[in-house]
């Protein structure tokens, strides 16, 4: 399998497979959002975006990084959103790079979006695909934020078969900036738990496909079963 790891500015041309991976904490928030109970999220282009796709539709729940703002029902944090009931709802998600690097490939034959806590899943299912080209985009830090590359080339060896020492890409992604400033209260709209939940390897089973659904991109979940005795 043919993988490269690119930022968000360095996608030159649409890619066959993209794996849009942000770690701290969108699309581990994506995740928990999906196992509260939401239906489909819908990756918003701005935060003005975000608020009309509400307005539009007031069952909506509109979640955004940073401090809790009028009009947006929760923040862009695992810790704060893992015990709010989304059974059956949309949620319209907009934050600083996870969402921005989805948009920048939304037209790829196959988007996934991913995590830690999705990264054996996504990984069997670009096995189960066959995906011969994969583009892993690294949302943060222009390309260079630690816990996401390190998260990136986990799941690309994953996908390749190869036996990977989980435990050194986790400690990469501990020891990153983000993470440090999770932990030291840097970032607004955080919880304490948020980095220990990032770094939950594979705590849910399934993918996250992202396509184009009436004008929007939307993320749902594909369930993904491990198979027996995985590596």
């Not at 970032?187 to 939950?200: I, K, N, S, T």
């Amino acid at each position: 399998m043919d993988s490269s790891f690119l930022g968000i500015d360095e996608v030159a041309e649409v890619p066959a497979v993209a794996v849009v991976v942000d770690v701290m904490r969108a699309f581990t928030v994506a995740a928990w959002a999906f196992e509260r109970g939401a239906e489909k999220i819908v990756l918003a282009g701005s935060l003005d975006e975000a608020l009309a796709l509400k307005a539009r539709r007031p069952g909506w729940v509109a979640l955004k990084d940073g401090a809790a703002a009028p009009g947006f029902d929760a923040v862009n944090s695992p810790g704060l959103l893992r015990d709010v009931d989304l059974g059956g709802r949309t949620v319209v998600q907009k934050t600083t790079a996870g969402t921005v690097g989805a948009l920048a490939v939304k037209d790829a034959p196959l988007v996934l979006c991913a995590g830690f806590v999705v990264a054996g899943a996504t990984a069997r299912l670009l096995r189960d695909r066959g995906c011969g080209s994969v583009t892993y985009v690294v949302t943060g830090e222009d390309g260079r934020a630690e816990e996401d590359l390190a998260c990136a080339q986990y799941i690309a060896g994953r996908a390749a078969g190869d036996g990977v020492d989980a435990d050194a890409y986790l400690r990469r992604a501990a020891g990153s900036r983000a993470a440090a400033e999770l932990a030291q209260g840097v970032r607004e709209g955080a919880h304490p738990d948020d980095v220990a939940l990032c770094l939950e390897l594979d705590r849910f089973s399934f993918a996250m496909v992202a396509a184009q659904e009436d004008s929007l991109t939307v993320l749902r979940p594909v369930a993904v079963p491990a198979v027996p005795a995985e590596l």
